[in-house]
């Protein structure tokens, strides 16, 4: 038998969320069927279906060696840690059992075409600033990776700028993302959500600027819809799955905080990568897990 697809998510309390990544765990299984390659797909945490319940499953339908695809953005905690850490809990609990895992799918020009096409929904290019919002991270190189779907969403489509902001854990929010728009003299600005599916976050940057232009009434900001459930994003998976089982799937290093000293981010370096506590892992208990991963996997 082929290797299987396993996608892997992160989770959201969000049903609307639950039911497009699952939906979308469908469509990738549609592309790959008349290859037969058994697909299915789970969370790390916050929802079901579960990694542990979708490694079951492909384990109860004989498989024993996995694909993983990471279903994030960037190569951020979850990619680095929680996601293998998850994964790698499996292979105790089933030592006849293994994996290999992809990359996380950002940056990749297929999302910067989604993205495009978001916008155009909402607004022409021209005279149009872009605000691009990401989820944010303690990881200095997620958040430049976002930096860079940025500027490559800039590059060639008539935008008159395109700026960055994320929704938590980094700097600047929305609010002072739109006021950094209206300050470089954007007459209107479009909020492009940088998320795959519906959820918390993304309902919260479309909060937080629906509440900027309540207060700055003279600003024509308008919101465009994250990436979602489409083929594009589907035959990207496929191309992180391929990659996975024959190219080269390492992450790139140059930047990563716990490889390279970067300052201000001084305690990382060479530090394990230790997943936080998943309550929905059935033999995690009160702690952390079997899996202490080290950098990148």
């Given at each position: ?274 997943p936080h506590h998943h309550p929905d892992d059935p033999t995690t208990g009160h702690g952390h897990g079997h899996a202490v991963v080290a950098g990148e996997r």
């Amino acid at each position: 038998m082929k290797p299987p697809l396993m996608l892997v998510g992160h989770g959201t309390v969000d049903a609307t969320g639950v039911a497009e990544f699952v939906a979308f765990t469908g469509r990738v299984r549609g592309l790959l069927a008349a290859e037969d390659v058994d697909v299915d797909g789970g969370f790390i945490e916050l929802s079901q279906p579960t990694v542990h319940e979708a490694w079951g499953a492909l384990a109860d339908r004989g498989h024993s060696r996995m694909a993983a695809v990471p279903m994030v953005l960037a190569a951020a905690g979850h990619a680095k840690g929680d996601i293998p850490a998850a994964l790698q809990r499996e292979v105790v609990r089933d030592p006849g059992t293994g994996y290999v895992l992809g990359r996380p799918l950002g940056p990749h020009p297929t999302l910067v075409e989604i993205l495009a096409e978001r916008i155009a929904a909402v607004s022409p290019a021209e005279g149009t600033a872009v605000l691009l919002v990401g989820r944010g991270a303690t990881d200095p190189d997620a958040n430049a990776e976002v930096c860079k779907v940025s500027r490559l969403l800039q590059e060639g489509r008539g935008y008159a700028f395109v700026e960055t902001a994320f929704v938590s854990l980094a700097w600047p929010d929305v609010a002072t993302g739109l006021a950094r728009c209206r300050a470089l003299g954007a007459r209107r600005v479009v909020v492009a959500p940088y998320f795959l599916f519906d959820g918390v976050l993304p309902r919260r940057v479309v909060a937080q600027a629906r509440a900027f232009a309540d207060v700055h009434r003279g600003a024509d900001v308008r919101i465009a819809g994250y990436l979602g459930d489409t083929d594009e994003l589907a035959s990207l998976v496929v191309e992180r799955y391929r990659e996975a089982l024959h190219g080269d799937i390492r992450m790139n290093c140059d930047t990563c905080a716990y490889r390279v000293l970067l300052p201000g981010f001084e305690g990382k370096l060479g530090a394990p990568q230790t997943p936080h506590h998943h309550p929905d892992d059935p033999t995690t208990g009160h702690g952390h897990g079997h899996a202490v991963v080290a950098g990148e996997r």
